[in-house]
């Protein structure tokens, strides 16, 4: 029975990166790229109007204050989800079409982000206008989180040889998940000043990796012994 895989026939032993692999990482970086490049139309010139003096020109930059906080905060996060999806594609070798669509479906909300960020910056004192970013930011986490365990699900075939341990890599995307719906909840209340939960996503990883190391190692050692 052929097996319905996006790999391509020619690919070496070396290279075991597919051209669909390649292909696939190109689009998504050039998604991300639109999207971070689109956030900065919140804080181009006609949102300033027109100025007479310098002071008057720096009050009105001012004044963009919200715009810029609600700019960093998502171009920030935008690296976050980047990052994780480099290192994804990492250890990636193959993609199936289950593989695509929930790639794609993360970047279907890649795309509204700078839209939900213009929503947060201009909007922040309405519950849509604090909630509709940290929801847009959940749901693209979740779909990263869904891509790799699908991959890991797979048997190895999507990976590349020689991941070791393709669960203890998952810990990461199910605690930004977990941290990423309590950010949803939180801004409810404190708006943008949720995501800074996000700075325990990473210690948090960490120690659930060493614990998990930790008790491989036990298993290995009690079943050696």
Do not use: C
């Amino acid at each position: 029975m052929i097996r319905r895989s996006f790999s391509s026939q020619n690919a070496t032993p070396d290279s075991s990166a597919t051209l669909s692999v390649t292909r696939t990482v190109a689009y998504t970086d050039a998604v991300f790229a639109i999207a971070a490049t689109i956030l900065v139309l919140d804080l181009t010139g006609g949102a300033l109007g027109e100025a007479s003096s310098d002071a008057e020109l720096w009050g009105k930059i001012g004044a963009l204050w919200p715009n810029f906080l609600a700019f960093f905060i998502s171009f920030t996060l935008l690296s976050m989800l980047w990052i994780a999806h480099v290192r994804q594609f990492r250890d990636i070798a193959h993609v199936d079409s289950t593989m695509l669509w929930l790639n794609n479906a993360r970047l279907l909300f890649i795309v509204l982000i700078p839209f939900t960020t213009s929503l947060t910056s201009n909007f922040d004192d309405l519950a849509a206008g604090r909630l509709l970013f940290p929801l847009n930011f959940f749901l693209a986490l979740l779909f990263g989180a869904l891509s790799w365990s699908w991959a890991a699900s797979r048997g190895g075939h999507l990976l590349r040889a020689g991941v070791a341990d393709a669960g203890a890599q998952s810990l990461g995307g199910y605690v930004a998940v977990v941290v990423g719906a309590l950010v949803v909840v939180l801004a409810w209340w404190v708006g943008s000043a949720a995501f800074l939960l996000f700075l325990l996503n990473e210690p948090i990883t960490r120690v659930l990796q060493r614990r998990r190391a930790r008790q491989a190692a036990g298993d290995a050692s009690t079943s050696g012994g």
